[in-house]
């Protein structure tokens, strides 16, 4: 799910749009969480549109990530968005995540604020104790916004040997699913098929 894929290692990836990057920033290594371990992760994409208009798409059509996330065939949420509503979400298949269904439950809900929570509730691999997701929009200049993901995952101790092959399929996750946010909110349009590649000269940065 687009939530969880938001997780892992150090890294900045950017992918450029109309002249325009956003920036993944990730924690770095694994920490204790009692017996499991947890992967913390922050990250943050410029949207050439108001906040208003994001906001529309992150949270008041919280049961609608379906429609632009392509690693979600099919979404719906059991009534409007507020506190305590589970999002049940068809996943094609990502990573080490095979197709099958995801739960998540809304835990914070704030529209004047812009923001949302919801953990894991059903559906995650053997290998994840315990997921949480925050997101939220802020108003920027020029009539653009920021959406800011802070993602926390919990892993079981035995799965620590996978954290560097984790690290690499969210990695390419975050940059798929940030691109298609920014294009759903800037141009209303699905992304069901894989994104093009940078133009020339659009490389992706990494550093620390």
């Not at 694994?30 to 108001?50: Q, S, T």
């Not at 004047?112 to 919801?118: D, G, K, P, T, V």
């Not at 984790?166 to 946010?181: P, Q, S, Y």
Request: charged letters at 25%; glycine letters at 12%.
């Amino acid at each position: 799910m687009v939530g969880w894929s938001l997780l892992a290692g150090l890294v900045w990836a950017v992918a450029v749009g109309q002249g325009r990057a956003f920036l993944v920033r990730e924690s770095r290594g694994l920490r204790r969480l009692g017996h499991d371990r947890r992967m913390e992760m922050r990250a943050e994409v410029v949207i050439n549109a108001p906040g208003e208009d994001a906001w529309v798409v992150v949270g008041e059509r919280f049961g609608d990530i379906g429609e632009w996330a392509s690693a979600i065939t099919e979404s719906v949420v059991d009534g409007p968005p507020a506190v305590g509503r589970v999002r049940t979400c068809q996943v094609a298949g990502f990573g080490p995540i095979a197709a099958g269904v995801i739960k998540e439950r809304l835990i914070e809900f704030d529209p004047e604020a812009r923001s949302l929570s919801y953990e894991a509730a059903a559906g995650m691999p053997w290998f994840i104790a315990g997921a949480v997701s925050r997101w939220s929009v802020h108003p920027g200049p020029g009539g653009a916004c920021t959406v800011r993901i802070r993602a926390t995952l919990a892993l079981r101790l035995a799965a620590q040997p996978l954290s560097p092959a984790l690290r690499w399929w969210m990695r390419a996750d975050t940059r798929r699913a940030l691109a298609e946010l920014r294009r759903r909110v800037e141009t209303g349009h699905q992304a069901r098929a894989a994104l093009a590649p940078p133009a020339t000269g659009e490389v992706p940065r990494c550093g620390s």
